[in-house]
């Protein structure tokens, strides 16, 4: 790398709590760090699930670089048993943590990243070239040129469409003043008023998803003329409950346990097998949904799609990126994490190896580094912020040097054949795989 390339800043996009982490780590190697944060404040995703409980304490949310700047500032720390919810999070943590770093541009969006006067095909000079970053606010538009960009800018701006195919369904466009896709809160007066006594249906089967049922079983419980409906792709619900008590993570497996105990008691209609293909207005101004086999529920008032998120990757077109074209994961992480094999939560350890690209000195890190799979949690994002970070710093033996222990959900025997009732066999539990050779030097796994 030319000098003047390697005393350019780090930038990194997005001021959450990897974005930040990443920051903190980089400000404790002494690398001058950019933090472009599109929101208002720090956490303005997380701010937007303020409502939400998380499946971790304080002690798993809160990375050591991070931890070590904040005490140093007589930060005053939670308990680190206790449960945080989104707004905890962004108002007790990421903020204190923002502030501390004095490094984040508020309201600056990543319009696109680049090498500097070189688009995708040009080879020339490419890896001796800064990356120039494009940036837009409330100033105009303004380039940014950096040694490397870490793009923590996470995937909650992409959500899942109702469509079973991965794409909206025929009307859901148009019907976008019935559909939400996100958890309401509904301890605030207006979601109440939105559906309570309403048809509801929730389309999904994760954390979301189950958030939902268990509110809305509540809400039915206070309204009796709420109605509640799950769709559910697979031909059985069995699995979305997860490992229970088995489960590693206590509030996940409490989060099932709940969720399961609503359906059970009659609260929810669920319609397995339900793969939604069409959204169509009623005569009486109700929606109907229409599965690919003709199946129908009509009657609707209000649909949540809870269906997960993908990252967006227009930001990335001009570098050269290396994904896996299922998952849309870096190529080398997406066998460790893709949930059609770990549906146990098992995730081996993985760092700098795993998270490189083509383009030399870019790295997607935190939820953005996991595509469409959604097993991430913020444990691994510090990992992998500690690791890369140690190697822009020269420190080869540290980045490569990957520890993680992670929490396992208790849900064993593999995802099974999408089409299949129940999951047989197979699977992180039922038959281990094995972890690739790049991670058999310097890594203790623990799953």
Not at 411 to 438: H, K, L, N, R, T
Request: glycine share 12%; with cysteine.
């Amino acid at each position: 790398m030319a000098a003047d390339v390697a005393n350019l800043p780090v930038v990194v996009i997005g001021a959450g709590p990897i974005g930040l982490a990443a920051a903190a780590h980089l400000r404790e190697r002494g690398l001058d760090v950019v933090v472009l944060e599109r929101g208002a404040t720090a956490g303005a995703a997380v701010r937007e699930w303020s409502h939400v409980r998380l499946f971790s304490p304080w002690s798993e949310v809160v990375d050591p670089a991070a931890r070590r700047l904040l005490e140093s500032r007589d930060w005053d720390a939670p308990k680190p048993a206790r449960y945080p919810t989104g707004g905890d999070w962004a108002e007790q943590y990421l903020q204190p943590l923002a502030d501390a770093l004095g490094v984040v541009r508020y309201g600056h969006e990543v319009t696109g990243v680049a090498r500097l006067g070189r688009d995708l095909v040009v080879d020339s000079g490419r890896e001796s070239s800064a990356f120039t970053v494009h940036v837009r606010s409330a100033s105009g538009e303004e380039r940014i040129a950096a040694r490397a960009v870490l793009d923590a800018s996470g995937t909650w701006a992409g959500v899942n469409p109702l469509g079973s195919d991965g794409l909206p369904a025929a009307g859901e466009r148009a019907h976008v003043d019935r559909i939400a896709y996100r958890v309401p809160d509904f301890g605030d007066e207006a979601a109440r008023e939105r559906y309570a006594g309403r048809h509801v249906v929730v389309a999904g089967t994760g954390a979301s998803a189950k958030t939902a049922l268990i509110a809305l079983g509540r809400l039915a419980k206070e309204e009796p003329t709420t109605l509640v409906s799950w769709l559910v792709r697979r031909p059985s619900a069995a699995a979305a409950f997860g490992g229970g008590e088995n489960d590693e993570l206590s509030e996940r497996g409490a989060l099932g346990d709940q969720a399961k105990a609503v359906v059970g008691d009659g609260a929810v209609r669920t319609s397995t097998g339900f793969r939604t293909a069409a959204v169509d207005r009623q005569e009486d101004g109700r929606l109907r949904l229409t599965s690919e086999d003709g199946q129908t529920v009509d009657d609707v008032d209000e649909v949540l799609v809870l269906t997960g998120f993908r990252p967006e990757l227009g930001l990335l077109s001009e570098v050269r990126l290396d994904l896996d074209p299922v998952l849309q994961a870096p190529r080398l992480l997406a066998p460790l994490i893709d949930p059609n094999v770990h549906s146990c939560g098992t995730v081996y350890p993985h760092g700098v190896t795993e998270l490189a690209q083509p383009e030399a000195g870019l790295y997607l890190l935190g939820m953005k580094s996991y595509g469409r799979a959604t097993s991430f949690l913020a444990l691994t994002g510090f990992e992998q912020v500690r690791s890369v970070v140690a190697e822009l710093a020269g420190d080869h033996e540290a980045a490569t040097a990957v520890e993680l222990v992670l929490p396992e959900s208790g849900v064993c025997g593999g995802s099974g054949d999408f089409d299949e009732a129940e999951s047989v066999g197979g699977g992180c539990c039922g038959a281990p795989v094995e972890a690739p050779e790049v991670l058999t030097l310097g890594v203790r796994s623990g799953v």
